[in-house]
């Protein structure tokens, strides 16, 4: 059988579309200005708009109807890309849309959402401050109770469970959003790249060799097992645990084990940690921002805890006084991310040499220099792409700045929707009935001492190194 | 076929000890990885403090 597409290569596609869309902003025109957008409501019926005031009489419900039937078409022919079946994928994918869009509104109640300034505005006497962002918690909360709970309804809608492309696919789109951000503050964008440097000295050379040195000495796993589990716990989760099992030759059902655990305790972070960096750390909040980037694993639940604790963070500085501009946070987090992911394919090159020719040695056996390339991540170079061009236009016309902000708001729009069935997919992908499975019990507490132990200390402190005391911009006027 | 079960795939694992190279793995990447953070903060503090 012919093999279909990967995921990366589907979300630089879709992601590049969307983002290609939204420049005809830049030519007077409006391609997506009809997207549903959410607001903070006191009124249900006041919770829907579309994106461009354009398209105002197309009223909250066609346009989130106008936005499914859309993603529907994009994605369903994506899925036949990837060689599945395509009338499963569209049931599952509207099962998706439609419980990540109605928990995202439901996060977006003022109750939960308003922020200490806008409730006089919206009439209401108390809140619980935690932005419209609460609807991707209410996302991941209704995909646990689906994934635990309700396995059938799961098993129905698996082809569409599929955090990993629907976060690298928002990434990509996220790109552009940063990309105008980091044009305006130059030299704190370049300053935050450099951090990048540092995360990836972190997460592969110390976070992976004291937890592999954690497993093989002192809980007695054997290399098969403590390298992917090494890399799932220190670099990326699932990917570098693939990657790494790859590498060195692993069963595939080893690393398959780790990810299952690597996918559970990434919700715990993005459920815990978020909070953690608000209550502590919003004086700080590029320390907070990096800190979600290396200490929580897997793409999605990384970058989506830079998107909460940013919401957290803004909303609790604006209640004393500071509103930062949006972007820096989720900005500091996926840079990070993305810095990490990068290096996965070379990491797991340098693993195979070492297994093949020092640990290992089969005779006539070659590490290929092209496992670099085949391992590389690259729904990152979809990011790089419309982060370059955006940063490039918006630097070299600053004349053009409103009209890339207006365009990537709308492609943002997107983001955002890519974000919350991020939210709702891993929510329904982390079993936790593993975690009472028999023999689970040696494998993490392994992850939980290496990850909520040292991990979790050491991503804290090489953030505050690098980004104590520096702060985002403020918002004028 | 079943799907393999993870008690019974740790079990089957056996206690490997440290090789020499694994020992000069975990200790070279922790000490090249504290110098590359001493050197990456002390090259922050120069371009972006200053």
């Known amino acids: ?477 | 076929m079943p799907e393999p079960k993870l008690a019974e795939e740790l079990k089957k694992m056996q206690r490997e000890p440290l090789l020499p190279i694994e020992k000069k793995l975990i200790t070279r990447s922790i000490l090249l990885g504290l110098f590359l953070v001493a050197v990456l903060a002390w090259t922050s503090q120069v371009l972006f403090r200053n």
């Open chain 1, 1 to 477: 059988m012919k093999k279909g597409m990967t995921e990366d290569w589907l979300a630089v596609y879709i992601g590049l579309l969307i983002f290609a869309l939204s420049l005809a902003g830049f030519f007077g025109g409006d391609l997506l200005g009809w997207a549903v957008t959410t607001s903070v409501w006191t009124s249900v019926s006041k919770a829907l708009a579309p994106a461009s005031k354009a398209y105002a009489a197309l009223g909250g419900v066609a346009s989130l109807l106008a936005t499914y039937v859309f993603l529907l078409a994009l994605l369903t022919l994506g899925a036949k890309a990837l060689r599945l079946e395509p009338l499963r994928f569209a049931k599952g994918f509207t099962f998706v849309f439609f419980a990540g869009y109605l928990s995202w509104i439901a996060g977006s109640w003022a109750y939960i959402a308003a922020t200490a300034d806008k409730r006089a505005a919206l009439g209401i006497g108390w809140s619980l401050n935690l932005t419209n962002e609460a609807g991707f918690i209410v996302a991941l909360l209704a995909g646990l109770f689906v994934g635990n709970f309700v396995p059938y309804a799961s098993s129905r809608i698996k082809e569409a469970i599929r955090p990993e492309l629907y976060v690298k696919t928002g990434i990509v789109i996220l790109g552009g959003m940063l990309g105008i951000t980091a044009a305006e503050q130059t030299a704190l964008a370049t300053s935050m790249m450099f951090h990048g440097l540092c995360a990836i000295v972190a997460a592969y050379l110390i976070y992976w060799a004291v937890v592999y040195y954690v497993a093989r000495q002192y809980f007695g796993f054997s290399r098969e097992w403590a390298a992917p589990l090494a890399s799932g716990i220190s670099i990326c989760g699932v990917s570098a645990a693939i990657a790494t099992g790859s590498a060195i030759k692993a069963r595939p059902v080893v690393p398959v084990m780790v990810s299952s655990l690597v996918v559970i305790f990434a919700v715990v972070e993005l459920l815990l940690l978020p909070f953690v960096a608000q209550a502590f750390l919003y004086r700080e909040p590029l320390v907070a921002g990096a800190w979600m980037g290396l200490a929580v694993k897997t793409d999605g639940a990384a970058v989506t805890s830079g998107a909460i604790a940013e919401a957290l963070i803004r909303a609790k500085a604006a209640a004393n006084g500071s509103l930062y501009q949006p972007g820096w946070i989720l900005g500091a987090s996926t840079t990070v991310k993305v810095f990490i992911d990068v290096f996965i394919g070379v990491w797991a090159f340098v693993l195979a040499w070492i297994w093949s020719a020092k640990i290992e040695p089969k005779p006539g056996e070659k590490v290929r220099a092209f496992e670099i390339w085949e391992r590389f991540p690259k729904f990152v170079l979809g990011y790089l792409a419309t982060f370059v061009l955006i940063l490039a236009v918006a630097v070299a016309a600053p004349v053009l700045i409103p009209k890339a902000k207006s365009a990537m708001g709308q492609a943002n729009v997107f983001r955002g929707i890519f974000f919350v069935m991020t939210f709702f997919t891993s929510g329904v992908v982390s079993d936790f009935r593993r975690l009472w499975e028999e023999g689970i019990g040696k494998l993490a507490v392994v992850y939980v001492l290496c990850l909520f132990g040292f991990i979790i200390w050491v991503g804290l402190a090489i953030s505050w190194i690098f980004f104590h005391g520096v702060r985002p911009p403020l918002i004028q006027g």
